[in-house]
Antibody, heavy 120, light 111 residues
Framework: QLQLQGSGPGLVKPSETLSLTCSVS??????????WAWIRQAPGKGLEWIGN???????YYNPSLKSRVTISVDTSKNQFSLRVTSATAADTVVYYC????????????WGQGMPVTVSS | DIVMTQSPLSLPVTPGEPASISCRSS??????????LEWYMQKSGQSPQLLIY???NRASGVPDRFSGSGSGTDFTLKISRVEAEDVGVYYC?????????FGGGTKVEIK
């Protein structure tokens, strides 16, 4: 059973870069049956898909964030990461990392929510 | 982007009674014979958990009181007999095209 553990600073200054990492255990991030994803949720609001990455490095981003977002994978560390540049107050949300089974079988494992505040 | 609309926003339920949540999409989610529609439940303070994928397939470990149905643009999540542990916010999500988009959520609470 996969386990996803997110990490990163909970406080980022405006205009700086927000960086989060998700460590995968219980399986290999190079498993061809999985994609790896970032999803976020504003306080008291719904869910917003940020993007997916495959172990090969191929990515799919939400166009609403694409210009500021980079998702990367480090197979040697069994981790994947999220970078959001030019952070604003609108990026003050809870970030989730998740695994997605190939064949559109859903986001089946989720990390714990990581609250990030963008404030000076 | 595909817009996902859920109803109702809030659903008070009585334990042991059935419950039903509707999800409509602005475009058809039917592709190659599959409906690319997923359901998630989020309990207070927790990460979402997958209930249903490809419209009607229960995820591993999901009780059989949960069922998904529908096709094209209209979908329904049914709980045959609500239990107290089913309290939370339910979301539908489409994956027929990127960006994946979620519905606004339906809050299920005990009467």
């Amino acid at each position: 059973q996969l386990q996803l553990q997110g990490s990163g600073p909970g406080l980022v200054k405006p205009s700086e870069t927000l960086s989060l990492t998700c460590s995968v255990s219980g399986g290999s991030i190079s498993n061809s049956n999985y994609y790896w994803a970032w999803i976020r949720q504003a306080p008291g609001k719904g869910l917003e898909w940020i993007g997916n990455i495959y172990y090969t490095g191929s990515t799919y981003y939400n166009p609403s964030l694409k210009s500021r977002v980079t998702i990367s994978v480090d197979t040697s560390k069994n981790q994947f990461s999220l970078r959001v540049t030019s952070a604003t107050a609108a990026d003050t949300v809870v970030y989730y990392c998740a695994s997605r089974r190939n064949g559109d079988k859903g986001f089946d494992y989720w990390g714990q929510g990581m609250p990030v505040t963008v404030s000076s | 982007d595909i817009v996902m609309t859920q109803s109702p926003l809030s659903l008070p339920v009585t334990p042991g009674e059935p419950a039903s949540i509707s999800c409509r999409s602005s475009q058809s989610l039917l592709h190659n014979g599959y409906n690319y529609l997923e359901w998630y439940m989020q309990k207070s303070g927790q990460s979402p958990q997958l209930l249903i994928y490809l419209g009607s397939n229960r995820a591993s470990g999901v009780p059989d009181r949960f069922s998904g149905s529908g096709s094209g643009t209209d979908f329904t999540l049914k709980i045959s007999r609500v239990e107290a542990e089913d309290v939370g916010v339910y979301y539908c999500m489409q994956s027929v095209q990127t960006p994946f988009t979620f519905g606004g959520g339906t809050k299920v609470e005990i009467k």
